[in-house]
T-cell receptor
Framework: GAVVSQHPSRVICKSGTSVKIECRSL??????MFWYRQFPKKSLMLMAT?????????EQGVEKDKFLINHASLTLSTLTVTSAHPEDSSFYIC?????????????FGPGTRLLVL | RKEVEQDPGPFNVPEGATVAFNCTYS??????FFWYRQDCRKEPKLLMS???SGNEDGRFTAQLNRASQYISLLIRDSKLSDSATYLC????????????FGTGTRLKVLA
């Protein structure tokens, strides 16, 4: 199957700093990528849909100025958590839709654990 | 009401048991349905798609009831390695398509 990478895998930062998370499709092109966040023992919550060459579509309740998404190329989408605060600490995962053995699927990155002190 | 709802569990079952998970979704325009598996601190992985006619993959059987907006997953002959969180996922199209995850059901298979 296809591979999606995410970087960094883990980041610890001070409150007030900005953190950029990269999501790359390594062996295929992704015009659409999804960004999720997951709190401990909770499910994935869709934050936004990243669209190559156009603005991201944010889910209700997600601040677009807080979570900046840039889909600069067909293989790279970035999520920047601006002025991070402790409540932003979470597991952030990106995915790109695709097909595997004729089945519709999502290829997930391994996730980024963000801890804001 | 959440768009996709599941019993969070946990379900603790002995090895060899049969266990069933249920999921309901609220958007009748939902088009595609999936079960994903997520191990602790890992990303989700596709377990199987769910088709209207029902489908089986080894010990796993998935069924869809569009009229009731209900999806199920049956696991037969549970193995220790089946211990994970099972996520019901629905794809909807409203403008652009997106995937909505259920709350997840935790399964622990006991030796």
């Amino acid at each position: 199957g296809a591979v999606v990478s995410q970087h960094p895998s883990r980041v610890i930062c001070k409150s007030g700093t900005s953190v950029k998370i990269e999501c790359r499709s390594l062996d295929f092109q992704a015009t659409t990528m999804f960004w999720y966040r997951q709190f401990p023992k909770k499910s994935l919550m869709l934050m936004a849909t990243s669209n190559e060459g156009s603005k991201a579509t944010y889910e209700q309740g997600v601040e677009k100025d807080k979570f900046l998404i840039n889909h600069a190329s067909l293989t790279l989408s970035t999520l920047t958590v601006t002025s991070a605060h402790p409540e932003d600490s979470s597991f952030y995962i990106c995915s790109a839709p695709g097909h595997y053995l004729s089945q519709e699927t999502q290829y997930f990155g391994p996730g980024t654990r963000l801890l804001v002190l | 009401r959440k768009e996709v709802e599941q019993d969070p569990g946990p379900f603790n079952v002995p090895e060899g048991a049969t266990v069933a998970f249920n999921c309901t979704y609220s958007n009748s325009a939902s088009q595609s349905f999936f079960w994903y598996r997520q191990d602790c601190r890992k990303e989700p992985k596709l377990l199987m798609s769910v088709y209207s006619s029902g489908n089986e993959d080894g010990r796993f059987t998935a069924q869809l009831n569009r009229a009731s907006q209900y999806i199920s997953l049956l696991i037969r002959d549970s193995k220790l390695s089946d211990s994970a969180t099972y996520l019901c996922v629905v794809r909807t199209t409203s403008g652009t398509y997106k995937y909505i995850f259920g709350t997840g059901t935790r399964l622990k298979v006991l030796a």
